[in-house]
């Protein structure tokens, strides 16, 4: 994970892929992972990131589950890694009340 993470922030961006995908196989995990994120970020993929964030977010509001919803979005607006993502149209409707969403499937 830091192997890739350093060569990422280097800019070494092969390196950088090559050891993700590494850590993807050993830790069993596929495709973006919270610890992958910034990785993901500065690799420039953040179509992948916006579609895990989003996923995400439609499955805690299916639950209708609130607590976690609000725990999320504080997250997205507070994370210092993820100011890549703040001019993103996408980002930025994940950042909308949860409430309002978790209220509304009621």
Known sequence: YWKARLFAS???K???AEALKT???LS???GVVDD???IYLLLGRKDEVLTAF???HATLVARGNATQLKGLTNMF???PELDLLRDEPRFQKLL???ASEVEAKK
């Open 10 to 12: 280097l800019g070494r």
């Open 14 to 16: 092969e390196e950088a």
């Open 23 to 25: 850590v993807e196989q």
């Open 28 to 30: 069993g995990a596929k």
């Open 36 to 38: 992958t994120v910034p």
């Open 54 to 56: 989003e996923k995400r």
């Open 77 to 79: 607006r507070l994370n």
């Open 96 to 98: 909308a009340p949860a």
